[in-house]
């Protein structure tokens, strides 16, 4: 600033300009010099918005689930003649009603099934839509007929 300062000076000697009353010299001065305060006002708020961000968006570690309640569940069955997913492969859970026959052809037992009924599973259906495991989630089968 001061190089500034004395540049501005050497140049209104050399066009031989007058010099500025004192207090106008003060007032152009202090304007100058304010003009910093709005553009690092905004530069903090713009750096409290993206922290504040950084804050939201920081992913929170999923809830472990206790190890009694997995222990607890019935396991998942792969189905027979299918290859289980690739490390690489993402599946998802579909609860759906299965038709017991197609269970009982598939290869899986169900002691004292009716082949006529359904039953509730969860299915593991992978990238490929094939189911790749089951686990049954009601061991009641129901023939659809009422009885």
């Given at each position: ?9 050497r140049?209104?000697?050399e ?5 500025a ?21 905004a530069?903090?708020v713009?750096a409290?918005?993206l ?18 309640t997995?222990?607890?569940?019935d396991?998942?069955v792969?189905?027979?003649n ?12 579909v609860r ?11 290869g ?6 009716d082949?006529?009924?359904t ?6 259906v ?21 009885d």
């Open positions: 600033m001061e190089n500034d300062d004395a540049e501005l000076r140049l209104l000697r066009w031989e300009v007058p010099d009353p004192a207090w106008l010299e003060t007032r152009v001065m202090a304007r100058r010099d304010a003009r910093w305060r709005p553009r690092f006002a530069a903090l713009w409290a918005a922290s504040v961000a950084a804050f939201l968006l920081v992913r929170q570690p999923a809830p472990t689930v206790p190890a009694a997995v222990a607890e569940e396991p998942f792969p189905v027979p299918v290859l289980p997913l690739d490390s690489y492969e993402t599946g998802r859970v759906m009603d299965l038709p017991v026959s197609s269970l009982l052809n598939a899986f037992s169900l002691p004292a099934a082949p006529a009924g039953v509730t599973a969860d299915v593991l992978g990238d490929d839509g094939r189911a790749h495991a089951v686990r049954l989630v009601s061991a009641t089968t129901s023939n659809g007929t009422g």
